[in-house]
């Protein structure tokens, strides 16, 4: 049977995917598509696939309930959506820029940024998010750096080393760039703190150009240009909500066969000829197994099979993140709702870390009489939000929303929990991430996927599972161990009670 660059598979295999979140979904697409008479099974511990993509009614429309958009610079979403169908319903924001809560009120986001870190001193001058005595030190770094963060700038040629993010801007720019615009915005990407996150895993431009000997701003102009050049969107966003990006797939992997079990819950594994997942209804075979699930549920798994590897995954810290959709009374706000959102640095002390205004943002989403508004609580090392009960949480933000943008007269209010959903990428994050798919390659068959390893978004999730799906390709296009019309079925006794692992 011919697989992934015309390697062939052996007849009767079996792929399991361990994990539908978006990963998962996407390992699948990549297997299915490799070889006709593949069998490709996805399981699924919670009762319907898609992960940490959510939606839900709210006003009469579709709202996304966590990721509302993806990075259209990144090919694999829209390259996934070609594939099945979706290209046609992408639509990019109908509103641009976003502000950032400072010095008492919202401040435009400055022209000029790359990921969150000033490229130019005037568009930064012109937006008051910084004061002068701020700006002043910032400008310092056009004369050059006062220092690297471990100590010395590296040597011609030698590569750097890995420092925080907020060790190289700080040095380099000053603090308040780093509290006000640096930490919300990479920051709020992983819903992390910039002064405990891997420059390497989450920006490397930044750690080039800081290790270096000149100006971080006029190294990250040529390293990491500004994005969003005209007639170009930045984000772009199927028009009925992330959530038909998983309905879509779903559908067009069972069109293709594929076997989408919703409810199983894999509760361990082993190898000998082959692989058995252990589920609450007995074993289910493969040949190879790509597990997209969230890294504390992956090292459970992998903790029989290598201690080390899962040890590393378990360490991984992770943030919860709690959203609050709420839908105002159009005549009560006090002022206009300008470009898409804004952003709350950390030193605020707000609940609110993230505040997105859906009706300008999306204007197929607009009605008469009212405006949709989401707001995010929760980030790493602030877990106020997670330990507020539903009504309390939604009462902040209430408040917070009325002091600070004038919002009031809540019609309809939301909450959606996502406890554990960022996982923290700490400074040496992919020399161990490197060590730990060092040694899954070591088992036969086995392959990894999700948000623990490159990156967090739906693109980065994305590409890991389509990668993850033909590193499996390639190790069934090497094995002799499928059995010619073997398949996944439940066999054997129930496995002792476990937490059910569910996908990312």
């Not at 390697?7 to 390992?27: D, F, K, M, N, S």
């Not at 001058?125 to 010395?152: F, K, M, T």
Request: hydrophobic share 45%.
């Amino acid at each position: 049977m011919a697989g992934a660059g015309g390697a062939a598979v052996p007849e009767g295999a079996t792929a399991v995917v361990v994990g539908g979140g978006i990963a998962g979904l996407a390992a699948a697409w990549e297997l299915s598509g490799a070889a006709a008479g593949l069998r490709v099974v996805v399981l699924e511990a919670e009762p319907e696939v898609g992960g940490k993509i959510r939606s839900a009614e709210v006003g009469g429309r579709t709202v996304d309930l966590a990721a509302d958009a993806f990075v259209a610079r990144r090919p694999e979403a829209v390259e996934l959506c070609r594939e099945i169908g979706l290209a046609d319903e992408l639509v990019a924001p109908g509103a641009t820029g976003a502000s950032v809560w400072s010095r008492g009120r919202l401040r435009r986001l400055p022209d000029g940024l790359a990921l969150g870190v000033p490229t130019r001193i005037w568009p930064l001058a012109r937006s008051g998010i910084v004061s002068p005595l701020g700006l002043a030190r910032c400008a310092l770094d056009l004369l050059g750096p006062l220092g690297a963060p471990g100590g010395r700038a590296p040597s011609a040629g030698e590569a750097p080393a890995d420092w925080a993010v907020a060790d190289v801007t700080t040095r380099r720019l000053g603090r308040e760039v780093t509290e006000r615009l640096v930490d919300p915005l990479i920051g709020g990407i992983h819903a992390g703190d910039t002064r405990r996150m891997s420059a390497a895993a989450v920006f490397p431009p930044l750690l080039e150009a800081g290790a270096g000997r000149a100006s971080l701003m006029r190294g990250l102009r040529r390293l990491a240009p500004a994005t969003g050049s005209e007639g170009t969107p930045v984000f772009l966003a199927p028009r009925r909500g992330m959530a038909s990006l998983v309905t879509g797939l779903t559908e067009a992997l069972r069109q293709r066969g594929v076997e989408v079990r919703t409810g199983v819950a894999v509760r361990g594994m082993r190898r000998a000829a082959r692989w058995a997942l252990r589920t609450d209804g007995g074993d289910v075979d493969a040949d190879a197994v790509v597990i997209a699930t969230p890294a504390p549920v992956t090292a459970c798994l992998l903790e029989p099979l290598d201690a080390g590897a899962a040890g590393v995954l378990a360490a991984m810290e992770t943030a919860d993140v709690t959203v609050v959709t709420v839908r105002f009374a159009e005549e009560a706000r006090s002022q206009p709702l300008e470009g898409t959102g804004f952003l709350v640095p950390r030193t605020e002390g707000t609940v609110v870390t993230a505040c997105t205004w859906l009706t300008s943002k999306w204007p197929h989403l607009r009605r008469p009489g009212d405006v949709l508004v989401r707001a995010s609580a929760g980030r790493a090392g602030d877990e106020r939000a997670a330990r507020l009960s539903d009504d309390e949480v939604a009462a902040a933000v209430h408040d917070e929303l009325a002091s600070m943008v004038g919002l009031g007269g809540a019609r309809e209010t939301v909450v959606t929990r996502w406890p554990g959903a960022f996982p923290q990428y700490a400074p040496g994050h992919p020399t161990r991430i490197a060590a730990v798919e060092a040694a899954v390659a070591k088992l036969p068959g086995l392959a990894l996927a999700g948000a623990a390893f490159h990156g967090v978004g739906i693109p980065a999730c994305i590409g890991s599972g389509r990668q993850a799906g033909r590193t499996a390709l390639a190790s069934l296009a090497t094995s002799t161990t499928a059995r010619p019309g073997t398949s996944p079925a439940a066999n054997g006794s129930p496995a002792p009670d476990r937490a059910p692992f569910g996908g990312s």
